[in-house]
Structures are given as C-alpha cells and as structure tokens.
C-alpha cells in the first residue's frame, strides 16, 4: 500500500465550478501538506502548504488537512481553463527533506 | 532569473551506456534533489543533498549515484542505463527541508 493514495481522475468540471481534489495517506507522522501544479511536460510548482492540521487559504485556492481522518483537501474557486493540469499532494515529516508524493490528479476545466 | 535549470532536455540511451545528468539552481539554496517521475508513481526521491558536501539517499537510489559539486550545481549519474530507468527526471532547490521546493523542468530519458 502507498504511503499517499492520490485519485488519477481525469476529473473534467465546467468553467466556474468548485473542484475538490483530495488526498489519504497512512503514516500520522507526517507534519508539513502541500499541493503542486504541474502543466504538462513541466516541472511541478509549489501552490501552497500547510504544518499540521487546519485550513489555509490563499485566492482561489484553499487547503485543508484533517490529522484524525488522515485526508487533506484542496478546493479551488471559480475554476478557470488555465486551472488545468495535474495536482500533487506531497507530505513531509518534520525535520526531514523527504517528500513523499502522491500519484497526482489531473483536472480539466471545460470552458 | 532561470531558477532551476536541467540538462539535457531529453535523452536516448542504450542499455550499458552512462550519462551525467546535471542540474544548476540560481537562488542561492541550501538542499538540492533529484527525483523520478513515472506514469502512476508519483515522483519519487532518488538523492538529496541536505547541505553542500552532504549527500543522502532518498526512495529509489539504487542504479545511480549524484555529486554535490558546489553550493550551485548537483549532478545525477547512471553508471549502466537499464529500460527500468525509463523516466522523467527532476531536479528541485529549496532553502532548507523539503519545503517550498523549485524544480526544473525535467528531462525526458529512454533507455533502449
């Protein structure tokens, strides 16, 4: 079993809509939870990242984390066509330089 | 600012053969990376190097090696190319920990 299980999709939404992209994973020691974009045939950036439990929101974009449930989320607002591309969840242990990534969901926004 | 910057871009290798991937970054950034990319996979850590003149193995070093040649540059080396390292491969910079990573833009290698 993957250490972070991550939905392949494609998940295909209309432009405008909330999407929801969600990630699990097993070790509750994992601290740090981030979300990466990546556009094809590029490298991933960095969108955000949370420490520990709670919701963080920066524009369009919010990411939560639930420790108790092991389930992080990132919703996106008014999804726009440039959303498109694959979301990476990555999780890290505090004081290590390891990130541990999930299998990416990649996302279509139709306009 | 270029950031982080791979070459080659793309490669074709033949089973045996060896290459140095390299990998520079501009920010002035402590810890370097190498990770591989591969369709269902994820990306996966291959080598870091913490610091310069420190280098550590990650999930998957097994058929590479890597040197930390200054603050600037860290290479990944593939002594005897097998099809399994089939790949898209990325190097990434932060200033400290794994967070807020940068990466390149990849290079694409077969292995024939």
């Known amino acids: 079993q993957k250490e972070v299980e991550q939905d392949p999709g494609p998940l295909s939404v209309p432009e405008g809509a909330i999407v929801s992209l969600n990630c699990t994973y097993s070790?509750?020691?994992?601290?740090?939870f981030m979300w990466y974009r990546q556009y094809s045939r590029k490298g991933p950036e960095l969108l955000m990242y949370t420490y520990s439990s709670g919701n963080k929101e920066d524009g369009r974009f919010t990411a939560q984390v639930d420790k108790s449930s092991k389930y992080i989320s990132l919703f996106i607002r008014d999804s726009q066509p440039s959303d498109s591309a694959t979301y990476l969840c990555?999780?890290?242990?505090?004081?290590?330089?390891?990130?541990?990534f999930g299998s990416g969901t990649r996302l279509l926004v139709r306009p | 600012n270029a950031g982080v910057t791979q070459t080659p871009k793309f490669q074709v290798l033949k089973t045996g053969q060896s290459m140095t991937l390299q990998c520079a970054q501009d920010m002035n950034h402590n810890s370097m990376y190498w990770y591989r990319q591969d369709p269902g996979m994820g990306l996966r850590l291959i080598y870091y190097s913490a610091s310069e003149g420190t280098t550590d193995k990650g999930e998957v070093p097994n058929g590479y090696n890597v040197s930390r040649l200054n603050k600037r540059e860290f290479s990944l080396r593939l002594e005897s190319a097998a099809p399994s390292q089939t790949s898209v491969y990325f190097c990434?910079?932060?200033?400290?920990?794994?967070?807020?990573?940068?990466f390149g833009q990849g290079t694409r290698l077969t292995v024939v």
């Open positions: 070790n509750s020691a994992f601290q740090y």
């Open positions: 990555a999780m890290q242990l505090d004081s290590s330089y390891k990130l541990i």
């Open positions: 990434a910079s932060s200033e400290q920990g794994g967070l807020e990573a940068f």
